[in-house]
């Protein structure tokens, strides 16, 4: 072995607490990187695969009612490649044995497996039988859910009638990746909402659309140009009552994977980042030390003919060492996380095959980093190793020169400060790269501990908001269609009932200028008090008799003010009149994409004197559950949210992932925090080892020399989480606004309790990292100061 490589190990097994203490910083960073990149890269291949193999399609078409001969016209559209008609319907689902009501969603399919666009897989039973109609194929997490078994039979009223179907099979669907019901719902709710899959002859004869279809799917050709594509679509259907063409970017499910897909592209960046960038920082100090250390034994090497490269290479074998071990630790600490992450995605996301998998070019790049770490925090060492001359590495190096420091101009409050605090006052100042990053590393730990910690304070802050403050009713009931006043008098003399209010939901789409937007307006009373409308500074919102009042966010995309013109045109029925209509106020919200308006001018805007179809009503205390049951034989129903049992079923959803989230990031903050001050004290000690062992000498007892020690560590860590909290902060702004999408929003909204549990958080990492440091200190060796210097 050559004596530099022996010079090598034993120079590691010297500072093994400091190489341990980066290395898990690189572990962390690494771990981060391989997870999220391997949940990205997992996601959009699954996604990909899934979407080729079962025909996703491009584009859908919700018509009123049209002939299955339209099919036929929009693929003579230049640009479609295929299309196909289909029933899609959603009825009142009654399984035996569940007292509430449940939502199913019929969709069609042709009689033979394998030809349609948006095709099922079947994951028990099997397809249709040939002249068997009352068949159904269910969704396989409401099955599971519910305890369903091939064979069993469920309830459809459709048309006013109880249609008994009899479950052959269970599916999953490209199109229910994320299984909602619409964009009002945050989370899917699978013991509630059904998707049932029935023979295209079969849904035609239960809803009366003999050869008839109300949605056409389809592909567009790759090559069009598909907005072009879509509006020939929508102008070969108008006969037939369009309501809308969506593509598939748009599509609800497919919106809610691409987003947590786009999400993990950014975190794989972000994170791995910090952590390495503070690794390669922490090593570029501790090698530099090293080598102003030793440079007398670098001089003698090169008089004795080693090279710089020879030398140079010498102190990046050091760095590598511990960049590469953290590396390879933290590829295989990754792939845990990862697969652990995956097992959370299959609470979420319905896929056929979703497993963590083995990436090559993920260990590659995680190898890649990891050594880049370790490069970049050895150049400014090995920089100053090789510059060095022999002649002047001989020489003991020039302490550093001392000055006042700036607290020293107030006379005043200078002479209040003790021995110990200007001796540490003096320290910092004097070793100011040290100082900037030991509290840059803090800053850092503090912030991502912030960061980790107010996801759940915005989600707690939203779920609050939208459940205790926005919404004042007890439970939201969905009609299928458009119905009159009677339709709300019925609500209000429902068993258990104390007030009523209507609702009218309906899409339009808004155009300000060149700018527009699809988006559902929700008519209301005049004096609605079941939904409390506010601004951004809490000032209540009155809808008067006519006048639109918009989401905060909607307002921002479509540049809006109170008081401007819109142009709004329905998305469905029969009428396609445009109107205009003014702005009369902006209100707050975070989920979905809300408008609001009168309920009678929304209603006059569709050519009808009042329409309603859902109703809020206020229940008796705890009867929720009895009218839940009694609207279950209710034909009209289409579904009913009770607004307590939507609440706990989030927060019980969102409870695990967050405290996950937040295990991991205290841990990896604690880890940041950790390595940053024992390095830190470590250098210290190994540079001030003659002043303290002089102070032992002149009759300080080893409990003071502890108090210089940590009190230096104490005020830089105190700098650290001040800067963090603020940094913590912006990053915490700039998450409300790098992750909104048309469904929900963050809130800025951090607790009090989440900036004491930071800081409490990283002061125990600095004490553990101090009590780790006691040893040293201990074992100073006061003879040492009676040495001659050589």
């Not at 069009?224 to 929508?234: G, K, N, S």
């Not at 559902?520 to 008799?545: F, I, S």
């Not at 009770?642 to 409870?655: G, N, P, W």
């Amino acid at each position: 072995m050559k004596a530099l490589d022996r010079k090598l190990l034993r120079d590691l097994r010297a500072a093994k607490g400091q190489a341990i203490a980066v290395t898990m910083v690189i572990v962390c960073g690494v771990a981060s990187l391989v997870c999220v990149l391997s949940a990205y890269w997992d996601l959009g291949a699954t996604r990909d695969a899934y979407y080729r193999s079962y025909r996703f399609g491009d584009f859908w078409a919700p018509l009123e009612r049209a002939p299955l001969r339209a099919v036929r016209e929009v693929e003579a559209v230049p640009g479609v490649v295929r299309a196909q008609g289909r029933i899609v319907k959603d009825v009142n689902l009654d399984v035996e044995g569940k007292p509430e009501p449940c939502t199913g969603r019929i969709v069609s399919l042709p009689e033979h497996q394998g030809t349609s666009i948006n095709d099922i897989h079947l994951v028990s039973g099997r397809y249709f039988s040939p002249g068997v109609r009352n068949e159904v194929i269910l969704s396989d997490r409401f099955a599971r859910v519910n305890h369903l078994s091939i064979g069993d039979r469920i309830w459809a009223t459709a048309n006013d009638k109880k249609q008994p179907l009899r479950i052959v099979g269970t599916a999953l669907s490209p199109e229910y990746v994320y299984m909602i019901r619409s964009a009002r719902e945050f989370l899917p709710n699978p013991d509630r909402f059904a998707v049932l899959w029935l023979k295209q002859d079969f849904a035609e004869m239960v809803l009366g659309m003999q050869e008839g279809c109300n949605e056409i799917v389809g592909f567009i050709d790759p090559g069009a140009e598909p907005d072009a594509v879509l509006d020939r679509v929508e102008h070969v259907l108008e006969p037939y009552g369009v309501l809308t063409t969506l593509r598939r970017r748009d599509q609800l499910s497919n919106r809610y994977l691409s987003d947590e897909i786009k999400g993990l592209g950014v975190n794989a960046t972000i994170t791995p980042t910090i952590f390495l960038g503070i690794a390669a920082m922490i090593l570029g100090v501790m090698l530099e030390r090293i080598v102003h250390r030793e440079r007398t034994q670098i001089g003698v090497l090169k008089a004795y003919g080693y090279s710089n490269f020879a030398i140079g290479s010498h102190y990046v074998k050091f760095s590598l060492l511990v960049s590469v071990a953290g590396g390879v630790l933290g590829f295989l600490l990754g792939q845990w996380l990862g697969f652990a992450l995956m097992r959370t995605y299959l609470h979420f996301f319905d896929f056929p095959l979703l497993r963590h998998r083995f990436y090559p070019g993920v260990l590659l790049s995680s190898l890649g980093v990891s050594v880049l770490a370790g490069v970049l925090g050895a150049a400014w060492a090995v920089r100053g190793a090789v510059r060095v001359a022999p002649a002047e590495a001989m020489r003991a190096p020039a302490p550093k020169a001392g000055h006042r420091v700036w607290l020293e101009r107030w006379g005043l409050v200078w002479r209040n400060v003790s021995f110990s605090g200007k001796m540490i006052l003096r320290n910092v100042s004097r070793y100011k790269v040290r100082t900037a990053i030991t509290i840059f590393g803090v800053m850092c730990a503090t912030a991502i501990l912030l960061v980790g910690r107010f996801a759940g304070d915005a989600m707690d802050y939203l779920i609050s908001y939208h459940f205790d403050k926005f919404q004042r009713q007890d439970v939201r009931v969905d009609f299928y269609a458009e119905r009159d006043m009677g339709a709300l008098l019925d609500a209000s003399r429902f068993p258990h009932v104390r007030a009523a209010e209507p609702e009218l939901d309906y899409p339009f789409t808004v155009k300000a200028g060149w700018r527009k937007k699809d988006i559902a307006v929700t008519g209301l009373a005049a004096d609605v008090h079941m939904l409390n409308l506010t601004t951004a500074d809490g000032r209540p919102v009155k809808l008067g008799e006519d006048g639109l009042v918009i989401a905060e966010h909607i307002a921002e995309d479509l540049r809006l003010r109170p008081g401007d013109m819109v142009v709004m045109k329905p998305l469905l029925g029969k009428t396609k009149r445009e109107s205009t209509v003014r702005i009369r106020d902006v209100v707050q919200q975070y989920l979905g994409t809300g408008a609001y308006m009168n309920i009678r001018a929304l209603s006059r805007l569709l050519d009808e004197p009042f329409a309603v179809n859902a109703v809020l009503l206020r229940v008796e205390q705890g009867r929720e559950g009895e009218l839940n049951r009694y609207l279950k034989d209710v034909p009209a129903v289409a579904a009913v949210e009770v607004k307590k049992e939507s609440r706990r079923k989030i927060e019980e959803t969102l409870a695990a992932s967050m405290a996950i989230s937040n295990l991991f990031m205290t841990v990896f903050s604690g880890v940041i925090a950790f390595a940053i001050i024992y390095n830190s004290t470590s250098i210290s000690l190994t540079e001030r080892t003659r002043d303290l062992a002089s102070l032992r000498v002149l009759g300080f007892k080893l409990s003071e020399l502890r108090r210089i020690v940590f009190g230096e560590n104490v005020l830089l860590s105190a700098a650290g989480m001040a800067l963090g909290m603020g940094v913590g902060t912006l990053l915490c702004m700039w998450m409300v606004s790098a992750y909104q999408t048309d469904v929900y929003r963050f809130p800025f909204h951090i607790s009090a309790s989440t900036f004491v549990a930071s800081g409490l958080s990283i002061a125990v990492f600095v004490l553990i990292a101090n009590l780790a440091s006691r040893r040293r200190i201990a074992r100073l060796d006061m003879v040492e100061v009676l040495k001659a210097q050589e």
